[in-house]
């Protein structure tokens, strides 16, 4: 499953996530822009939880870099009843950036590509 948002007036790509579940886990790799401080990573956090560990970024290819990190079961919980999640990281000027991605129906689109994987 995925979603990705853009840029209105560029149409550019600002975010994308794509989760591949497993059994009561998840693969998550998120797509964020050129021009953030690596070093950083970035911090992945469900509405006003507890903010999660700092993730690295894995490669930067054309489309933009990529964070790779596994959606473990505590996670998929708070995501299933939230409603954004929040990616934090940094530019590289030092700014803190935060990206929110909408969680509305997750929990439906996670239990049908579940279902679709089998």
Partial sequence: MSQEQRDNRTNQRVIAIELQPAQDTGTLMLFLPFGLDLSYGAIMQVDDEAKGAAQPFR?????????????????LAS??????????????????????????GFASAFDRTVALAK
Avoid: Q
């Fill in 59 to 75: 490669t930067c290819v054309p489309a933009g870099c990529i964070v790779a990190a596994t959606a473990d079961g505590k996670m």
């Fill in 79 to 104: 995501m299933r009843r939230g409603t954004a999640l929040k990616v934090s990281t940094k530019a590289d000027g030092g700014r803190e950036t935060t990206f929110s991605l909408s969680l509305n």
